[in-house]
């Protein structure tokens, strides 16, 4: 039974969902500020349920050693070394949908508080005063709205500005123009959307290209009086310029949600009386609270009983209903990689997958990472479809897909084809109505193999004498041959053979078969069949 520590807040009705599903569930809140012990305690758990409080750092990974998955319940990852994670093939969910209405409203909110003074109005009315001229506030409708990333969070926000008639304007690089069109929003360039924007929205992640997106030279291009909000993440706001323009009134107001440094309790905005400031409470609501510790739990408990992967930062999705049906192409997948990852010596320089008929229309991204698993596995043993593509990539070997419609025999195939400096190799293979994988070109040649435990392939000129010749060395040492496999591409020309041994083959039988002036060359195959 598969095992998750829950060490932050969580729902009691997630942690109900973990024992429903079959998952041994520890629920710890309080032990993910104690560094220490959850360090002590984190290799007997398969899992990690957590909030914000929860620091996943490279050392408490390097700790866990059983751990497969990370389950943020939110849509922030900023406490989880997700580098660190895939390196470790440990997935790292989020629950990106389940406080986005809650966070939009907060955005709305915001909106509607910097145009009226409401923070101050209020705070100065319960104070005894009545300062009715003091508060003269702005009208929304007929304004413009600026949208910095149109996603889950900022396309919410921009409907609901235009049901408050309210010019919206987007810029999103990902943004098509038919979506923009369905928002009933304008498609801009940033430049354009700080120069015509009265309310700016930020609704994007943090990353090396929006870090810093509103600085002192985005401000300068803005209207004078314009109003910022950003209750997306702290870090895209250079907060010093901010207090500049504010303290100026280039800046009118601010409604910030997020932080540079969090927590907060020292911040040179706090105390200006254009500026709201909440303590990052985008997601706080009891409906978004409550929904993305369901969610979570729910998406943990999907891949650690079925292998479905959802909402995953670093890990291809696969949904609980395609997994049954992916399951053994991804299998394939992981041995035709490891075939070829066995038989090559030389560094890959390129990898080319191709899928054909009905795999083109599977789940490729998981297959193209199980494939890259199985390849580097002889180099790598502890790889694994998560860690595998950063792993690749940091080895600069190039990845390229090919899709098809069906060209053959079978209803669908993957081939991999794998490039080095000196040679080209290539296998395909298949999965029949058994589940199980099967080799059907190798080297070009066609065939029809199952997939061994033990297995030793060699290479030849096809030429009579060669089937006796493996015979006689393997009796010869006691080698016991349980079946095999022949192909050649024409008479006279390449062939291949692949015997299936009841143990591995011996080293010095190994070199003895090498050795003989037929033998182009041999290789030991392993592949652990009983994961098939």
Known sequence: MPRVLVSDKLSPTAVQIFKDRGVEVDYLPDL???????????????????????????????????????????????????????????????????????????AVAMIFALARQIPEANASTHAGKWEKNRFMGVEITGKTLGVIGCGNIGSIVATRGVGLKMHVIAFDPFLSDKRAEELGVDKVELDELFARA????????????????????AIAKMKNGVRI?????????????????LKSGKVAGAGIDVFEVEPAENNELFGMENVVATPHLGASTTEAQENVALQVAEQMADYLIKGAVSNAINMPSI???????????????????????????????????????????MNTRALISATLAGL?????????????????????????????DKSGVFDGYIKLTVTTEHKTRSIAGTCFSDGKPRFIQIKGINLDAEVGQHMLYTTNADAPGIIGLLGTVCGE?????????????????????????????????????KAHKSIDSAKRLHFDVNAM
Not at 322 to 351: C, H, M, N, S
Not at 490 to 504: E, N, T, V
């Open 32 to 106: 993910g500020k104690d560094k220490e012990k959850l360090a002590e305690v984190i290799g007997q758990y398969d899992g990690l349920a957590i909030r914000s409080a929860t620091k996943v750092t490279e050392k408490l990974i390097n700790a866990a050693t059983n751990l497969r998955v990370i389950g943020r319940a939110g849509i922030g990852v900023d406490n989880v070394d997700i580098p660190a994670a895939s390196r470790k093939g440990i997935i790292v969910m989020n629950t990106p949908f389940g406080n986005s209405i809650t966070t939009a409203e907060h």
């Open 198 to 217: 009265d309310f700016i929205t930020l609704h994007t992640p943090l990353t090396d290209k929006t870090r810093n997106i509103i600085d002192a030279a």
């Open 229 to 245: 909000i950003n209750c997306a993440r702290g870090g895209l706001v250079v907060e010093a310029d901010l207090i500049a323009a």
């Open 319 to 361: 949904t609980a209903e395609e997994a049954p049906r992916l399951k053994p192409f991804v299998k394939l997948a992981e041995v035709l990689g490891a075939f070829v990852g066995q038989v090559t010596e030389d560094p890959i320089k390129e990898v080319e997958i191709l899928f054909d008929g009905s795999t083109a229309t």
């Open 376 to 404: 580097i596995r002889p180099q790598v043993s502890d790889v694994n479809m998560v860690s595998a593509p950063i792993m690749v990539k940091e080895r600069g070997i190039i990845v390229a897909e090919v899709k098809r």
């Open 477 to 513: 040492n006691g080698v016991n041959i349980a079946n095999f496999q022949l192909g050649r591409n024409r008479p006279g020309g390449d062939a291949i053979a692949l015997l299936y041994l009841d143990a591995p083959f011996p080293e010095n039988v190994l070199e003895q078969v």
